[in-house]
C-alpha cells in the first residue's frame, strides 16, 4: 500500500502503508481516481485557514472507487460496488445535521482529505453510510469529478433554474464547466460563460455554453448567475450581470482582498445571494442521479492523470499557465 502525505506546507512524500481494516459501519474502499483541486494546493502552499486542515494529513477528496471491505454493522452487499462518497464527517445530531445540511455541522470541522486521511492512497477507509454507490457500469474515471459537481448541484438546487432563462457563469474551472453542464440541462434560452482563457472556450462550448465570453458583457439581465472563479472581483461581476430581482450562487472563495458587492447594490437590485460550502447529500445525489442519466460528463474535463509517485509533476503542471490542465486526476 502507498499513500501522500503532506507533512507540513511545502512538504510532500510518498510513504508505504499497513492495509487496513474498517471498523463498525466503515468501508474499505479500493481507489480507483483521485483528483487536485484548488483547496489541495491551499494545503499545500499552507494558505488554507488553519481551522480547515489538521497537518500531516493524506489529502484527497475527490475520489471513486471499489468496496473492498466492510466493518461489523454494515451492508456487505456494498462489497464490489462501485462507489463515491461525502467528506464531511457530520455529527448527525446538531439542528444542521438534522434538517439535511450536514455540511454546516456545528461541530468542529472534520473532513476525509483534510482533517482525516483522504484518497491519494492505493486504500481509503470511510463512513459506509457517507457512501453513494454507482451503476455498474459507470465510469470510475470520470466519477472522481463528482465532489466538486455535488456542491454545484447544491447552487443549482437553490437556484432553481426554470427553462427559457437565461444563465451566466463566471469562471470555467472545474466548478464553472461542472455549472455550465448542469444549467444546460435546464435548457435556458442563453448560457453564457465568462472566462479570460482562450484555451477553455471550446470546452465552455461542449458543456453547453451558447456563448464564451473573455470579459462580462457590458449589459447583463440575466435571471440566474453562477460565481464560480472565486477572485477579487468576480463577486461585483455577478451582481452586474444579474437582472434586478435574479438571482445568484456564489461558489468561489475568493481572498481577503476581494472587493464584494455592497449590501446597497444587492437591496436596491432586490438581488437573492445564495452561497455554497460543501455539499449536503441531497445535492450529492442529485450529482449522482444526473451523472447515471448521463446530463453530466465530468470526463470531459479530465486532462492529465499520473500515477501517485509523480504527485509533484501533477502540481507543477497546475502552476503551469501554458499546460493546459483543467481536472488532474491521481491514479492509484
Avoid at 150 to 159: D, H, M, N, P, R
Avoid at 271 to 284: C, E, L, S
Wanted: hydrophobic share 45%.
Amino acid at each position: 500500500m502507498r499513500e501522500i502525505w503532506i507533512d507540513e506546507p511545502g512538504r510532500i512524500r510518498v510513504a508505504g502503508a499497513e492495509p487496513r481494516t474498517p471498523g463498525p459501519g466503515g468501508a474499505l474502499v479500493r481507489v480507483a481516481y483521485a483528483g487536485i483541486c484548488g483547496s489541495d494546493r491551499e494545503v499545500l502552499a499552507g494558505s488554507r485557514p488553519a481551522a480547515f486542515v489538521r497537518y500531516p494529513v493524506v489529502p484527497g477528496h475527490e475520489w471513486s472507487g471499489t468496496v473492498e471491505a466492510v466493518g461489523d454493522g454494515t451492508d456487505p452487499g456494498l462489497v464490489g460496488k462501485p462507489v463515491v462518497g461525502e467528506n464531511i464527517r457530520a455529527c448527525g445530531r446538531c439542528p444542521a445535521c438534522r434538517r439535511g445540511d450536514g455540511n454546516l455541522c456545528s461541530a468542529d470541522y472534520d473532513e476525509t482529505g483534510f482533517t482525516r486521511p483522504g484518497a491519494w492512497a492505493d486504500q481509503l477507509i470511510v463512513p459506509a453510510g457517507a457512501l453513494h454507490v454507482l451503476p455498474a457500469d459507470s465510469d470510475l474515471r470520470a466519477a472522481a469529478v463528482l465532489e466538486p459537481a455535488a456542491c454545484v448541484a447544491s447552487a443549482c438546487g437553490k437556484l432553481s433554474p426554470a427553462p427559457g432563462e437565461r444563465a451566466a457563469v463566471v469562471g470555467a474551472g472545474t466548478l464553472g464547466l461542472l455549472a455550465t453542464q448542469l444549467l444546460a440541462a435546464h435548457h435556458p434560452a442563453e448560457l453564457v460563460v465568462i472566462d479570460p482563457r482562450a484555451d477553455r472556450a471550446e470546452l465552455a462550448r461542449r458543456c453547453g455554453a451558447t456563448a464564451v465570453h473573455a470579459d462580462a458583457p457590458a449589459t447583463g439581465g440575466f435571471d440566474l448567475v453562477v460565481e464560480a472563479a472565486g477572485v477579487t472581483g468576480t463577486a461585483r461581476t455577478a451582481v452586474r450581470l444579474v437582472r434586478r430581482g435574479g438571482r445568484i450562487a456564489l461558489i468561489g472563495i475568493p481572498g481577503a482582498d476581494d472587493d464584494p458587492p455592497t449590501p446597497a447594490e444587492l437591496v436596491l437590485g432586490e438581488i437573492t445571494v445564495h452561497t455554497v460550502f460543501g455539499a449536503p447529500t441531497r445535492a450529492w445525489a442529485a450529482a449522482v442521479r444526473a451523472f447515471a442519466a448521463g446530463a453530466l460528463d465530468p470526463a470531459v474535463l479530465i486532462t492529465h492523470e499520473v500515477g501517485l509517485a509523480d504527485v509533484t509533476e501533477a502540481f507543477r503542471l497546475l502552476a503551469d499557465p501554458d499546460s493546459g490542465a483543467v481536472k488532474i486526476l491521481l491514479r492509484p
